[in-house]
């Protein structure tokens, strides 16, 4: 099992900043890929950000340049620097860890941000 409790949402005005922080039950190296998704009522479940084992990262096209997704191993901790947050961001953010060595998908519990314009 893998726990995962994220942090640092909150409320914020469009052009503000948020840094979120998902801290791991185990070490952020026994992961394949980290991210962070989103989820706005009536919409699926989106992907925001991802980071790979070997350093790679992806971002949806609306984040590009504004999110930076880390991870600090030592603290086995994976964030989303937000900055420039435009109202269409706010939504339930969540962490996601897919373990190595089985492949399965750990998801925390979610942390709302809201963006006001």
């Known amino acids: 099992q893998v726990q995962l409790v994220e942090s640092g949402g909150g409320v914020v005005q469009a052009g503000e900043s948020l840094r979120l922080s998902c801290a791991a039950s185990?070490?952020?190296?026994?992961?394949?890929?980290v991210g962070w998704y989103r989820r706005t009522p009536g919409k699926q479940r989106e992907m925001v950000a991802i980071l790979t084992s070997s350093g790679d990262t992806g971002y949806t096209d609306s984040v590009k340049g504004r999110f930076t997704i880390s991870r600090d191993n030592a603290k086995n901790t994976i964030d989303l620097q937000m900055n420039s947050l435009k109202p269409e961001d706010a939504a339930i953010y969540y962490c996601?860890?897919?373990?190595?060595?089985?492949?399965?998908?750990?998801w925390g519990q979610g942390t709302q941000v809201t963006v006001s314009s």
């Open positions: 996601n860890f897919v373990r190595r060595e089985n492949v399965r998908d750990y």
């Open positions: 185990i070490s952020i190296f026994s992961s394949a890929r």
